[in-house]
C-alpha cells in the first residue's frame, strides 16, 4: 500500500530554535530570550541568541533542502520579531524576513507551512499576564492579522499553535520551559483556555483575509497510547486512555483537542479537575471550535495501556528498550494508535507534524555524518504511520522534526534532532546520511520503507 500521491514530505522548524533572537535584529525579546539568562535553567548554559543563524542564512538552509528534493517545510513566525511589544508598532524589517522566506521557499518549489506560534511569547505581553491575560486572544489575533494579510496571498498551510501542553503545562506548572513559572493548576488551566481562545480567533482571522484558499490545523502534542495487545479490551483501554485523565495533568489529549473539535471540555475530565476548570464564558465554546482542515500531532513515542480491572493500565516498557538521547522510548506503534485512535475521534485528515528523533550526531573522519539509527528509527515510524493509512486514516503529510540541528530548549545544544548538522562554531552544515535516506522516502512516497 501507498501514501496518497499528493501526500506531503516535510521537514519542521520553529523559530526561536534556529533563527537567532529578533532582540539583535530590531525586534523584541521573548520570554525564552529572558528564560534562558536564568543561571541553571539551560543544561549546557546557552541560549537562543545565534542558534543557526537561520535569520542571515535561510537561503543556504533552503538550497540544502531543495537539493534534497524536500517540498514542504513547517516553520514558525516570532511573534516578537513582527512586533517588538506583542501588539502596536510593526518592526517592517521583521515582517519583511519573512516575507523573503516565504517567497524564497516557493521559488525553489518549497511549500511553507507556517505555524503563528511556537512558544517565542513577546516579553512586553508576559509582564502584562501572559497567557493569563484574557486579552492575550486577541493580542494573538491582531498578531495574526498582520500575518495573514502580508503572507497569506502565498501561504496554503497554517497552524495556530504548537504544543498548548507544552508551552502552557512546562511553561507554567512545572517551570522546565520559558516563562519558567510554577502555577497552580487552576492558573495553568485559565492560561490554557486563553490559549484556546487565542486559536479559535487566529483561525477566524485566517479565514477572513486569507486570499489564497487556507487549510488550517493546529500542533498540539498527540499523547499516543499503544494497546498491550490486540485484544478489543486492550484497544479500549488504550482509546479510552487517549482521551480522558485520571489525574490533575495538562497531558489530556481530550482537554485540548474536544473544545477545538467539538466545542466543549470533556466530561470525565471535568470531573477529574473539579474547580480547577477554567469558567467558560456565553460564546467562547464558538469562538474556540472553528472548523480546522487537519488534526495535526506532534508524537514521539508512546505508552503502552492495557485494560486493568480498574480500567487503562500503563504496562512498563521492556528491560533495556532502545531510547534516544532525551530517554524518550522507542516506540513507532506510537505513530500508529496515535494516528488511528485521533482520527476515529475527530474525524479530520491527520497531519503528523512533528515527528524525529534526538542524538549525539558529529562529523566523522570521512566528512559524513552517519546516523543509523535516525534512519531506523524513522522507517520504522513513518512504516507505521502508513499502515494506519492502510487501515483508512485519512493522512495529508509527515514533517520529520528536524531539518537542521538546533536549539533543543533546556537541553540546550546538546542533542540533535537534524537531518543536517550544524556545527556552532562555524554554522557549517553537513547533511547526515539519515537526510539522503529521507530525501529517497520522499521522492519514491515511501516505497523504500522497510518497517
Ligand atoms: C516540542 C517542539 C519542538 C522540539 C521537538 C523535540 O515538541 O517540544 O515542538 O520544538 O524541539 O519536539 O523535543
New binding site residues.
Partial sequence: MAFSSDFAWGV?S?SY?IEGSPMFAGGGSSVWDMFCRRPGVINDGSNGDVACDHYNRYEEDLDIMASLGLKNYRLSIAWPRVLPAGKGEIHAEGLAFYDRLIDAALARGIDPWVTLY??DTPYDLYLQGGWLNRDIADWFADYTQIIVDRLGDRVTNWMTL??PQ?FIGLGMQTGLHAPGDRLAFREVLLAGHHALLAHGKAVQVIRARATKPARIGW?P?GAAKIPATHSPEDVDAARLATFSTTTKTVWSNSWWNDPVFFGSYPESDLEVFGDDAPVVRAGDMEIISQPLDFFGA?I?NGQTIRAGDNGPEDVPNPLGIGRTI?TWPVTPEALYWGPKFFYERYGKPIVIT?N?L?LSDWVALDGKVHDPQRIDFLDRYISAFRRATDDGVEALGYFQ??FSD?F??YEGYR?R?GLVHVDYETQVRTPKDSAYWYQEVAASNGAILKG
Avoid: D, P, T
Fill in positions: 519542521a520553529a530554535q511556537h512558544w504548537n504544543e507544552c500542533a502534542v506532534n514521539y532525551y512533528e524525529g534526538g522534526w528536524s538546533n533543543e530548549w542533542f534532532f
